[in-house]
């Protein structure tokens, strides 16, 4: 079973940065589209940032420039760097692991308000 674990969220004020990582068990990173996605309270869950098997990466508008999305498939874990950090930043996050085929997992979510 595909084991997906979030961690870094927290409470920031605006302008500061944030690191998540997501820690994959149980599958080889390296063969997925890794990606990070948030829902905020109200709203459908969207995309932040993906990034592929073979490392390219696509990220929403709203976070182009500020979010960086990286992996390391030694250590199986996927990071999201944010920085400039905004209020409508506030959500929580998913990691998402997305196979060649077939339906992709969920991790449980991590939360980062950003708040002063």
């Known amino acids: 079973q595909v084991q997906l674990v979030e961690s870094g969220g927290d409470l920031v004020q605006p302008g500061g940065s944030l690191r998540l990582s997501c820690a994959a068990s149980n599958i080889d990173i390296s063969a997925y589209t890794m990606g990070w996605y948030r829902q905020a309270p109200g709203k459908q869950r969207e995309m932040v940032a993906i990034?592929?098997?073979?490392?390219?990466?696509d990220y929403a508008d709203a976070v182009k420039g500020r979010f960086t999305i990286s992996k390391d498939n030694a250590k199986n874990t996927v990071s999201l760097h944010m920085n400039s950090l905004k209020p409508e930043d506030t959500a929580v996050y998913y990691c998402?692991?997305?196979?060649?085929?077939?339906?992709?997992?969920w991790g449980q979510g991590t939360q980062v308000t950003v708040s002063s």
């Open positions: 998402h692991a997305q196979p060649r085929y077939g339906l992709g997992d």
């Open positions: 990034i592929t098997q073979y490392s390219n990466t």
